[in-house]
T-cell receptor, first 114, second 111 residues
């Protein structure tokens, strides 16, 4: 099992460019998440999807859109990138049958917006 | 005020030391408390979890929860250089979809 995979690993964008971050999991989890991690801010939830076909905003959704393409894949789109979106982005999926909400994280995408 | 507060450190200790990492929280509904470990340039991984108050031990690691004080701790005994990482506390309540994370404490264990 590959677990949670993310592409690309690194990306540099210019202000105003768009891009899509891809995430896939092979653990048959229903719930998937997108976080950003910034120094001193910790992990902040951007969007999550409790099941295929549903998405909900998290703490910092502005400037982002998401698509839950199927049970395996959950993508994050930046329509018009801004320097404030420079961050490390993590995708995660959740173990559905534990009450403590264990989440499994991908390796991250390091995004720089110039 | 954030729901979960964690001292970001950094914390630097000699090999073999006992390490104490702590978080405080404000939401009394939290019942599940977790510690994630994140190595440099990697995603976080679950290290331990506890339910409600009490202690849980796993090898050199002990997690403590004091719900009356809204305070959780992670102790690392006989710390090793391989323990060098960022440790994030996380917590949630029954039925919640989301985890609430602390900012993480960066730990370096010096050989």
């Amino acid at each position: 099992n590959a677990g949670v995979t993310q592409t690309p690993k690194f990306q540099v964008l210019k202000t105003g460019q768009s891009m899509t971050l891809q995430c896939a999991q092979d653990m048959n989890h229903n719930s998937m998440y997108w976080y950003r991690q910034d120094p001193g801010m910790g992990l902040r939830l951007i969007y999550y999807s409790a099941s295929e076909g549903t998405t909900d905003k998290g703490e910092v959704p502005n400037g982002y859109n998401v698509s839950r393409l199927n049970k395996r894949e959950f993508s994050l789109r930046l329509e018009s990138a801004a320097p404030s979106q420079t961050s490390v982005y993590f995708c995660a999926s959740r173990e559905d049958f534990t009450s403590y909400n264990e989440q499994f994280f991908g390796p991250g995408t390091r995004l720089t917006v110039l | 005020q954030k729901e979960v507060e964690q001292d970001p450190g950094p914390l630097s200790v000699p090999e073999g030391a006992i390490v104490s990492l702590n978080c405080t929280y404000s939401n009394s509904a939290f019942q599940y408390f977790m510690w994630y470990r994140q190595y440099s340039r990697k995603g976080p991984e679950l290290l331990m979890y506890t339910y409600s108050s009490g202690n849980k031990e796993d090898g050199r690691f002990t997690a403590q929860v004091d719900k009356s004080s809204k305070y959780i701790s992670l102790f690392i005994r006989d710390s090793q250089p391989s323990d060098s990482a960022t440790y994030l506390c996380a917590m949630t309540k029954t039925g919640a979809n989301n985890l609430f994370f602390g900012t993480g404490t960066r730990l370096t264990v010096i050989p």
